[in-house]
C-alpha cells in the first residue's frame, strides 16, 4: 500500500487536524437521529439503511423500524414477510434480509447484546470493513477506522491520492490514512466529523474548501479530479413488460423468486407480447443497468401463472412490493378512482 508522501507529512499534524475537525463539528455537525442515542442496534439499522441510500431518504424509513422493530429481539423474531414491508420502498432489499439474519445471530450466539469487538461485529451477515468499523465507532465509540464514500472523498483529497479508491491499491492507502488520522479514544466524535466534512464541506463537485476546517493541511491542487476512479463499465439497457390486469376490485400480482428480490410482489410478467401504448412508463438503475418498466392493460387469462394471486383493492396495503412497481400502483390506481394512500399501511 502506497500512501501519498503528503499525507506522511500531514501526520505529524494529526492532533491539530483532528482538533479543528472536532470544534468545526461541535458547531456544524446535524442533528440526525441515530447521533441522538449511541444505542448499537439503531446504530446497525442505520448504518445499513444508509448503504446506497441517501440520509434525507432514510430518516422516515429509520424512524418508523425502530418504532415497529426497537430492538435484536423484536426484529429476530418477525416474519420476513413483515420485514420486507417495513423495508419496501428503501430498495436493495438483500440488507433488509441480511439485517434480519444478523439480528438473529445477535438473538442466538450473543444473548441479544451486539457484541463491542470489530472481528465479531464483521462476522455478522450483511457487515463489511466499512459497515463494522462504522457500528465499532458510532455504537461503542472505538477508535477503528471507517471509510465510507464521504471520508473517500476527503481522505484522497487530504492526501493527494492519485490512485484510483475503487482499486485494491487506491483502497489500501486510504484505509491506512483513516487508520493514521484516528484518535487514542473517541472514535465516535472523529468519524462523524470527517464523514459530515464530506457531506457539507468537502463536496463532490464545488466543495467549500474556503470554508473548510482543515484546509491548511490539504494537498489537493485541484479538488474536483479527485478521488480518481477506475473507468466505468457502460450501462446496458433492459426492457420490463407487465401487465396491469383488474378484474371485480381486485389486481393481479404476482411473487418474485430470484434471491435479490424474493418476496417481493409486482406486476405480472409479459412475454414479448405486443400492446400498444403502455399506461405507465418508468426507468430505473439496477446495477450497471438501467431498466425500462412497461405497464400495458390486458384482460385475465383463463388460468394463473405458478406465483399469482388475486389481491383485493384494500389488502394491497399488507404486501411489499418492488419500488418501480409501488411506483406503478401509485400512478395507475387513480384510473379505478382510488387513492395511492391506499397501499400505505
Ligand atoms: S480544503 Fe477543500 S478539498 Fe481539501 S479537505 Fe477541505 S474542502 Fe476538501
Given at each position: 500500500?502506497k500512501?501519498?508522501a503528503?499525507f506522511?507529512?500531514?501526520?505529524a499534524?494529526a492532533?491539530e ?15 440526525l ?13 442505520s448504518?445499513?439503511?444508509l ?7 432514510v430518516i422516515?424509513y ?13 426484529l429476530a ?17 438483500s440488507?433488509?434480509?441480511?439485517l ?6 445477535v438473538v442466538?450466539?450473543?444473548?441479544g ?8 461485529i464483521?462476522?455478522?451477515?450483511g ?23 464521504n471520508i473517500?472523498?476527503?481522505l ?10 475503487d482499486?485494491r491499491a487506491?483502497s489500501?492507502?486510504?484505509w ?7 484518535p487514542?479514544?473517541g472514535?465516535?466524535e472523529?468519524t462523524?466529523?470527517l ?7 468537502c ?7 474556503a470554508l ?14 479527485l478521488?480518481?476512479k ?7 439497457r ?9 378484474e371485480?376490485?381486485?389486481l393481479?400480482l ?6 435479490r428480490w424474493?418476496?417481493l ?5 409479459l412475454?414479448?407480447?405486443?400492446l ?13 443497468h ?5 405497464v400495458?392493460g ?5 388460468e394463473?401463472m ?16 418492488a419500488a418501480?412497481?409501488?411506483r406503478a ?11 395511492a ?5
Open positions: 500500500m500512501i501519498p503528503s506522511r507529512d500531514q501526520k499534524h492532533a487536524l483532528r482538533f479543528k475537525l472536532a470544534q468545526w463539528f461541535r458547531l456544524n455537525g446535524r442533528d437521529p441515530w447521533r441522538r442515542s449511541p444505542d448499537p442496534y439503531a446504530v446497525m439499522v448504518e445499513f439503511m448503504q446506497q441510500t441517501q440520509v434525507v431518504t422516515a429509520f424512524e418508523r423500524w425502530l418504532k415497529r422493530f426497537p430492538d435484536f429481539n423484536t423474531a418477525a416474519s420476513e414477510e413483515e420485514v420486507m414491508h417495513v423495508w419496501q420502498g428503501l430498495g436493495y432489499y440488507r433488509a434480509r441480511n434480519h439474519r444478523a439480528a438473529k445471530c442466538d450466539e450473543h444473548g447484546q451486539l457484541p463491542d469487538d470489530p472481528a465479531a464483521a462476522r455478522l451477515p457487515v463489511g470493513r466499512y459497515t463494522a468499523g462504522a457500528i465499532a465507532s458510532f455504537g461503542f465509540d472505538q477508535a477503528a477506522a471507517a471509510v465510507d464514500a473517500a472523498r476527503v484522497a483529497r487530504l492526501g493527494n491520492l492519485r490512485e484510483p479508491i482499486a487506491g489500501d492507502a486510504l491506512a490514512m483513516a487508520s493514521d488520522l484516528l487514542e479514544s472514535g465516535r472523529h462523524s466529523a464523514m459530515e466534512l464530506g457531506a457539507l464541506v463536496l463532490p463537485r464545488k466543495p467549500h474548501c473548510c476546517p482543515v484546509r491548511d493541511y490539504c494537498a489537493a491542487p485541484d479538488p474536483e479530479l478521488p480518481v477506475k473507468p466505468r463499465r457502460a450501462s446496458v433492459i426492457d420490463e413488460n407487465c401487465a396491469w390486469i383488474v371485480a376490485g381486485a393481479l404476482e411473487q418474485q423468486s430470484g434471491t424474493r418476496g410482489w409486482k406486476l405480472p410478467a412475454n414479448g407480447e405486443s400498444g401504448e403502455p399506461l405507465f412508463k418508468i426507468e430505473y438503475p439496477f446495477t450497471h438501467v431498466v425500462t418498466l412497461r400495458y390486458k384482460s385475465a387469462e383463463a394463473l405458478p406465483g399469482q394471486r388475486w389481491f383485493a383493492f384494500k389488502e394491497l396495503a399488507g404486501a411489499a412490493f418501480a412497481h409501488r400502483l401509485v400512478a395507475l390506481l387513480p384510473l379505478h378512482g382510488l387513492p394512500s391506499l397501499l400505505d399501511s
